[in-house]
């Protein structure tokens, strides 16, 4: 993605709410999504993306979905278009970087990108053959094994996340961790977000937010 003049590199664009470079799963449509500020980014904590993909058509996840998911070779799938609400991001809020205004239930006004990768679940990074880190979280807790993400994925991930900034013209792009720091650690330690967010303009670490 450092050369978008390489030949044969596709730059991914956004073409009526939807990533002309994803594949585009069936999925139920949600209700109209009128403003979009951010971009948050998740883990699974899951095995393949097409299984997390099942996983929320259960019962059992209880609504929850993204728009976005990334698997771990590259591949991106999209399953809600962008103008449209997911339930990716729950109890949450956030401090606009540019307007100072405090939003709060981020699936109101935010755009959700699963990427397939099993977080602080060692045996599961071991079962899909994932290198894990030995860190810990920048919200606390103890040092623990967490998967890493495979260049493919980190470098679909930038662009896809490019290609939505740019079309919404978003605020910021931050981690579930972020607006949610007492209950979720995604997408943890090892997903390079400095690099992520100064690819799409945002540079510097995402802030803490201060009521």
Not at 73 to 86: F, K, L, P
Request: proline residues 6%; hydrophobic residues 35%.
């Amino acid at each position: 993605l450092g050369n978008r003049k390489t030949k044969g590199h596709h730059l991914m664009k956004v073409v009526e709410h939807w990533l002309d470079g994803a594949t585009r799963l069936d999925y139920p449509e949600d209700r109209l999504m009128g403003i979009r500020r951010f971009l948050v980014i998740h883990f699974t904590a899951g095995a393949s993306a097409k299984s997390s993909v099942e996983f929320w058509r259960s019962p059992q996840a209880k609504g929850a979905e993204a728009h976005i998911i990334i698997d771990r070779d590259g591949t991106v799938y999209q399953i809600r278009a962008t103008n449209q609400r997911a339930d990716h991001a729950g109890v949450s809020r956030w401090r606009c970087p540019r307007t100072g205004k405090v939003f709060e239930f981020l699936n109101s006004c935010s755009i959700g990108i699963e990427l397939a990768n099993a977080g602080d679940n060692a045996k599961l990074a071991a079962r899909m053959k994932g290198s894990t880190i030995k860190a810990r979280h920048k919200n606390g807790g103890p040092i623990a094994d967490w998967e890493t993400y495979p260049e493919a994925q980190v470098k679909a991930c930038i662009e896809v996340a490019e290609a939505l900034v740019k079309r919404y013209s978003l605020d910021d792009i931050v981690g579930h961790d972020d607006i949610a720091p007492d209950r979720k650690n995604d997408p943890g330690p090892a997903f390079p977000m400095a690099r992520l967010r100064e690819a799409c303009g945002f540079p510097g670490p995402v802030p803490k937010f201060k009521a």
